[in-house]
């Protein structure tokens, strides 16, 4: 989509994907940025193209939020851990929009309804909108699904599949400590289902109200799978016997009849006891049951571990960025996927 004017931004956070976010900003030829936050003290100061690891573009980071509320901008890329509701809402009353990566926004009728309304009024205070998105949820879940849901005229279930090959990734507290591989066999916890219960079903149950067939329950448990022999990763050893693999499946169900499933399916090893799991490379599944069945495989091409932790921020940011004309463009109010035309990106060669 192209309007035929230039889009001031302001990039909220320099994590991982704000980093590219940033980076995206700066070099889009129908973009400029002209504000930075940042959380940390140590980046405040620093030139923006410094911490997008590109040359300098003249602008500062700050920590705070009011000097950039201050500022003539279009749209906001949130990225930041968390959001802060009174942060949110002063920039959405200040007249700016909000592209993001926050899952809290995905589908309004199930967020906290006092969040919602307060969201609601500073957006009609503003005339301004709030979009969230990114690969998965958001792509996976509701923009992909949609044309995929277009060939049917009768839906049994719609089930994706995500892969994720944790092996390479040389984060050993990530790994181990937080997410619990190598740990010895035990019940799984229960919190990570419902954690991601939150995020992939309420961005389901946008589509699944869209297409007539609402959730009257989500369901969401988990189950681990022990490695067969012990095993050499990036972080460290996993040995026989301990958690190599993790499946997580949050379902929909309409009419007590499940319609839209997502599995997350991460591990460190294919060598698992639970072989009708059928691990495939890091990517997704998508798989359509129904009068026009499809099946449908995403993976990435073979790169080297400097390349894949160079490309994968980019499946979360460059969306959110996309999307800015679309949301700058939009009724004010929480926007969804099925509210918003397609996404569509404008090349300037």
Partial sequence: M??????????????????????????????ELVGLWVSSDAKAGKDAGELAGIAPVGIKATTSAAELI????????YMRQGV?????????????????????????????????????E????????????????????????IPL???????DCLTIDEFADCSSRNSPEMLFQIMGFASPMGPYDQRRADHLKYDFGNSLAVIADAIGLS????????????????????????PKGTVGAMRTTIT?????RPVLRFRANWYISTKIAAQDWNLRDSGWRVKVEGDTPLDIEITYPEMSQADYAAFTPGLTAHRAVNAIPMVCAAAPGIRTTVDLPQVIPHFVR
């Fill in 70 to 77: 201050a500022l003539d901008a279009d749209c906001v890329l």
């Fill in 215 to 238: 959730f009257d329950e989500i369901e969401a448990f988990g189950e681990l799978s022990p490695v067969t022999e012990d095993v050499s990763i990036a972080a460290g050893v996993v």
């Fill in 84 to 120: 802060d509701w009174d942060e949110v809402c002063a920039i959405l009353e200040s007249g700016k929009n909000i592209s993001t990566t926050r899952g809290e926004f995905h589908n309004p009728e199930m967020m906290d309804q006092a969040a919602r309304a307060r969201v609601e």
């Fill in 252 to 256: 929909g169900l309409h009419k007590g």
């Fill in 149 to 155: 849901l277009s060939m049917q005229r009768r839906l």
């Fill in 2 to 31: 192209t309007t035929g004017k230039k889009y001031r931004v302001i990039q909220w956070a320099t994590g991982n994907v704000g980093s590219r976010g940033l980076r995206t900003v700066i070099e889009h030829p129908e973009m």
């Fill in 122 to 145: 500073a957006c009609r205070k503003g005339g301004t909108s709030v979009y969230s998105t990114g690969s998965s949820p958001g792509f996976i879940t509701e923009a992909l699904a």
